[in-house]
């Protein structure tokens, strides 16, 4: 899909975005985003598996977690369709597949912590090593552009997966540390505080723009050009325009 998708940005009219807007460009822009977007969490959970396998989880290997297959790590419809319709929607990365680890089998709380990091410094990491490959490697405008926006949603979803948030990696990685009534609380909320997170993203204009806000000066620092990553979130949002 992504090489689909970069192939018609590449050869797409992408300045079209300020006249007629060109089909190809702006399919090209959306296959290569929502393709990397999926890859990209399998990487994520890839990061928690292969940290909580090295941390003292012995299960990881047999489920299949250590593959890099998208399929183990997913739920078709809930971990893919849901979130990438979100994507296309409101343009905010919402948490996708998840993998159940033991934490019981973790050797030390600093292992706990790290193994719900791994996954946020993955998409950072990829985020990153985009903004990199983009500076160093000569490519048409097109793909310039979805790359760019795609190595922001990178930033933007380790953005939102680091918040102290339970049901979020943040709080997994603050949780070993805290009382028992803390986590107790974190349990009770879990299923339903990232929901109310995303609900005051997609009400709360002034929420989505300070996370945005953010997420632009981390991948400003990373190299990336914040024209770029505007122009390919306009193509992949094209519908709003």
């Not at 079209?16 to 977007?37: E, H, N, R, Y």
């Not at 996708?96 to 950072?124: D, E, H, Y």
């Not at 090593?129 to 552009?145: D, K, T």
Request: proline fraction near 6%; aromatic fraction near 12%; charge should be neutral.
């Amino acid at each position: 899909m992504s090489v689909v998708g970069g192939f018609l940005a590449a050869y797409g009219d992408s300045a079209s975005l300020t006249g007629s807007k060109d089909p190809m460009f702006i399919a090209g822009v959306v296959l290569l985003v929502a393709g990397g977007w999926i890859a990209s969490l399998t990487l994520h959970e890839f990061g928690h598996a292969i940290v909580a396998y090295r941390g003292g989880d012995g299960s990881i290997p047999d489920k299949g977690y250590l593959t890099l297959d998208v399929r183990r790590y997913t739920d078709p419809v809930l971990s893919i369709v849901l979130p990438l319709v979100f994507l296309l929607i409101g343009g905010i990365p919402l948490p996708g597949g998840a993998v159940w680890i033991n934490r019981g089998a973790l050797r030390t709380r600093a292992t706990s912590m790290w193994v719900s990091l791994a996954g946020p410094l993955s998409n950072l990491g990829a985020g990153a090593a985009l903004c990199l490959v983009i500076a160093l490697v000569p490519m048409a405008q097109g793909l310039f552009y979805g790359l760019s926006y795609l190595a922001l949603l990178q930033v933007m979803t380790f953005l939102i997966n680091i918040l102290p948030i339970p049901g979020l990696d943040g709080w997994g990685a603050l949780e070993p540390y805290l009382s028992p009534q803390a986590r107790e609380f974190g349990a009770r909320v879990r299923p339903w505080a990232p929901l109310v997170l995303f609900a005051l993203l997609f009400a709360f204009q002034a929420v989505s723009n300070l996370l945005w806000d953010v997420a632009r000066a981390i991948f400003g620092a990373l190299g990336g050009s914040d024209l770029a990553g505007v122009i390919g979130q306009a193509a992949f949002l094209f519908w709003r325009n």
